[in-house]
């Protein structure tokens, strides 16, 4: 079982730009809305793999506005309000 996770992580790839899957290429899971997903799925059915960067440009091309967040790699996700407050308080340290 993780044997196959592993040969399927190391041939998946986005339909879009061929980019490979992992967070070691720049290709964490960027998850959004079910709805959204099945209009710009790869495969027509809700299948199928693309990067984040592919993802907001078929949501673009389709104007597509939906929710989402990054399921996998190196950030946190947090709201635009905390992100406004943090980013005050790293102000304020800064001028100290
Ligand atoms: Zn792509």
New binding site residues.
């Given amino acids: 079982m993780r044997k196959s996770i592993h040969k399927w992580k190391a041939r998946a790839k986005?339909a879009?730009?061929g980019?490979p899957y992992g967070n070691e290429n720049g290709f964490p899971d960027l998850i959004i809305e079910d709805w959204a997903w099945k209009r710009i799925s790869p495969t027509g059915n809700d299948g199928g793999l693309?990067?984040p960067?592919?993802i907001i440009e078929s949501l673009y091309d389709e104007r597509i506005e939906c929710k989402g967040f990054f399921g996998s790699g190196g950030l946190t996700m947090i709201t635009e309000k905390e992100f406004l407050e943090l980013r005050k308080l790293h102000c304020k340290e800064d001028k100290k």
């Fill in positions: 986005c879009g730009c980019r693309l990067c960067c592919c």
